[in-house]
């Protein structure tokens, strides 16, 4: 199994990273990709921690819609920022990248900027992107299509049907965490049961959002074999094949 978004780079882990390690490896979790917030520079510089104490780890690199507060007016500063963050990683993919207004940590308008920004950036690097989008799917697909982008996974997913649809008719994948697991996300078990099989990614966003039975406590990707658990059981397939269906989608993007 892979875990394919989490982030262990941060300092929740700086204690027991290589515990949280053989806790994934025990569980069947082989490998991670890792998100590191590119202007973070103790966060990238972790990941040359994570490659020496997990050789599978992967690596992705943006900057969240939560930092672009920063980068007003220069888009252009925040896209070095990520191209350096990349080179410095080997970093498979751009992201995480896109919009908050639950939060509004940064103006809508800085947000957007800094995203599009993002979007270019990875086209000319031919790198796909992972999309944080909360409240703001209107603005997240307009400047989806209009960057002509075409590899991306919306990570994280709890949006209702339609958007899963709008997403999926644009050839975006869908990437379920812990939620999917919880009793009362019935709508988004339905959201899963309709994702195509060759569409969909499984992820802890650790240390965020654990599923059930561990809800509350710091998530680590160990616990990622429930959602793999849950799609499984939504699709009717033995656990082994939708990890073998996740593990070819995450080839198929990451590379
Ligand atoms: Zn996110
Ligand atoms: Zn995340």
Same mark, same amino acid.
């Given at each position: /199994? ?11 882990? $700086?204690?027991?990273?290589? %515990? =949280?390690?053989?806790?994934? +490896? *025990? ?7 890792? &998100?590191? #917030? ?42 070095? &920022?990520?191209?350096? @963050?990349?080179?410095?990683?080997? *970093?498979?993919?751009?992201?995480? &990248? ?11 308008? =800085? ?8 979007? +270019?950036?990875? !086209?000319?690097?031919?790198?796909? &992107? ?29 949006? %209702?049907?339609? /958007? ?10 869908? $990437?379920? !965490? ?19 099989? +060759? ?5 802890? +966003? @650790? ?14 990707? !160990?616990?990622?074999?429930? =959602?793999?658990?849950?799609? *499984? #059981? ?7 094949? /939708? =990890?073998?269906?996740?593990? *070819? ?7």
């Amino acid at each position: /199994m892979i875990d394919s978004h989490c982030h262990l780079a941060g300092e929740e882990f $700086s204690g027991d990273l290589n %515990d =949280v390690i053989t806790r994934a +490896d *025990a569980a069947g979790v082989k490998s991670a990709l890792c &998100i590191l #917030e590119s202007e973070n520079g103790a966060e990238v510089s972790r990941a040359a921690v994570i490659r020496e104490a997990w050789p599978a780890a992967r690596f992705a690199t943006g900057v969240h819609p939560h930092h672009a507060g920063p980068f007003a007016g220069e888009p252009a500063r925040a896209v070095e &920022i990520v191209r350096g @963050a990349l080179e410095a990683t080997g *970093a498979c993919a751009v992201g995480e &990248i896109g919009l908050d207004y639950h939060y509004d940590f940064a103006p809508r308008d =800085v947000q957007q900027a800094i995203f599009r920004a993002q979007i +270019d950036l990875a !086209a000319e690097r031919n790198l796909p &992107i992972i999309i944080h989008t909360r409240e703001a799917a209107a603005d997240t697909f307009r400047i989806l299509r209009e960057s002509g982008c075409s590899r991306a996974v919306f990570h994280c997913f709890t949006g %209702d049907l339609a /958007m899963a649809r709008e997403a999926l008719d644009l050839g975006f994948s869908l $990437s379920f !965490a812990g939620i999917v697991t919880f009793p009362k996300a019935e709508a988004l078990r339905e959201v899963a049961r309709q994702t195509p099989l +060759d569409r969909m990614l499984c992820e802890t +966003d @650790a240390p965020y959002l654990a599923p059930v039975p561990h809800r509350g406590k710091r998530n680590e990707p !160990a616990y990622v074999t429930r =959602v793999f658990e849950t799609l *499984a #059981e939504l699709h009717g397939l033995t656990r082994e094949a /939708m =990890v073998a269906r996740i593990r *070819a989608n995450f080839t198929d993007l990451f590379g």
